[in-house]
């Protein structure tokens, strides 16, 4: 004679576990019957127009192909009715209603659905939303469903725990900064978020990722979708570059050559509002000034700094004062101390006099001899900065660096 027992159900978190234990008179154990496993996952819902709501949504497997999301948000509007929606492709991008998630009350900040399929009738299981191309938005009332409470990306979209972040220093506009962070995704994506500071209210600032240095220049490689000036934000996905062909994933951001761009206007591209280095160009804590002293034009003097990159490439920056506006000041590294002169051995942007500045990228001498930072710190060499391309034998600063110094 068998006897069965059937033993255990606990809920944790909404998740119920169903053991069965089959036993038989001759001790011998019966093969176990599969459980049923009722799965739970979280997704965050962080602030969109009032920073104090945010909340999450869980989805719970019910174990007969339907799944139940929970939204929970924390300071809702007592009365409030908050229409929520999964949407189609990422909360950067945008896209349709794929379910409809029933109202958040605002008292109590929550609401409950349960469904198995979407708003157009295709089966949707719990794992199929584990990878879902989507992400929810929570709007402020069915009259207003421009206006964002709480928003999240979901699925294969979700984000995870690593992201890198550059600084985008003022240009053009000396007050506006920021950064431009990366977050990975579950599928190997990014989001692309970057914040400015002191953007003019109403402004729209295209922003995009080129090719090189900043300090060299290039073309565009991948678009931004523009800042918005009052917000000074701009949140993109990053999956591919404008050529619609290359994979641009998180793994190849943190290792491209390229810098950021972030323009005034659609009409005023030539304009920067703010710039910096990403990937393997980006600059570290290593850096190294050098004194460049007054030599044949009085008041004219400043330093050479030059900082490591992450890929041991440098920046360098020479920066004047005094320097006359409209001129344009050649400036080079040439071999051996100033004492003893020598040839010139490599080639800086000229010093711009309305700036008094010149940022060049060092990475080879001018014969294509590897010349990286930590070459710089230890060759036997000196700066020239000349008064003009006509003009190369008056000097108007000068400085030993290296092993000279």
């Known amino acids: 004679m068998k006897r069965y027992l059937e033993k255990l159900a606990t809920m944790t978190f909404g998740v119920m576990i169903l053991f069965f234990v089959s036993c038989s008179d001759d001790d011998d154990q019966g093969a176990p019957i599969d459980p049923v496993i009722g799965d739970t996952k979280v997704y965050e819902l962080r602030s969109v127009t009032d920073p104090d ?4 949504a869980t989805f719970a497997d019910n174990g007969d192909n339907s799944v139940t999301v929970t939204i929970a948000l924390v300071n809702t509007p007592d009365g409030g009715q908050h229409p929520a929606h999964i949407h189609f492709n990422t909360a950067a991008e945008g896209g349709g209603i794929a379910v409809t998630l029933g109202t958040v009350d605002g008292t109590t900040g929550e609401s409950e659905i349960t469904f198995s399929e979407l708003d157009d009738g295709t089966p949707i299981s719990y794992s199929d939303l584990l990878t879902f191309d989507g992400y929810i938005n929570v709007h402020l009332s069915a009259d207003d469903l421009d206006t964002l409470v709480a928003q999240g990306d979901i699925g294969e979209n979700e984000l995870g725990n690593e992201s890198v972040t550059y600084d985008l220093g003022s240009v053009a506009v000396e007050d506006i900064q920021g950064t431009v962070t990366f977050t990975e995704r579950t599928n190997g994506q990014a989001l692309a978020e970057i914040s400015l500071e002191n953007t003019p209210e109403g ?53 491209y050559d390229g810098y950021v761009n972030v323009h005034l206007s659609a009409d005023d591209l030539g304009t920067l509002v703010a710039q910096g280095d990403i990937g393997q160009n980006d600059l570290m804590e290593d850096t190294k000034t050098y004194t460049l002293a007054t030599v044949d034009v009085d008041g004219i003097e400043g330093t050479a700094t030059f900082t ?7 920046l360098a920056v020479l920066e004047l004062v005094n320097t006359p506006e409209g001129g344009e000041h050649p400036a080079h590294i040439h071999m051996n101390s100033a004492a003893e002169g020598g040839p010139i051995v490599f080639t800086f942007t000229p010093v711009d006099g309305d700036s008094g500045t010149s940022k060049t990228n060092v990475s080879a001498l001018d014969d294509e001899t590897n010349f990286r930072y930590d070459d ?30």
């Open 308 to 314: 490591k990159r992450i890929n041991g490439e440098a």
């Open 203 to 255: 402004g729209i600032h295209p922003a995009h990722i080129h090719f090189n240095t900043a300090a060299e220049g290039g073309a565009i490689a991948f678009t931004f979708n523009p800042v918005d000036g009052t917000t000074g934000k701009s949140f993109t996905n990053v999956e591919v570059l404008d050529d619609g062909l290359t994979a641009f994933l998180y793994d190849d951001v943190v290792g």
């Open 53 to 56: 709501i945010s909340g999450t």
């Open 376 to 405: 710089v710190l230890q060759y036997d060499g000196y700066i020239n900065v000349h008064l003009s391309a006509d003009d190369l034998a008056t000097l108007v600063a000068q400085g030993n660096i290296g092993s000279n110094e």
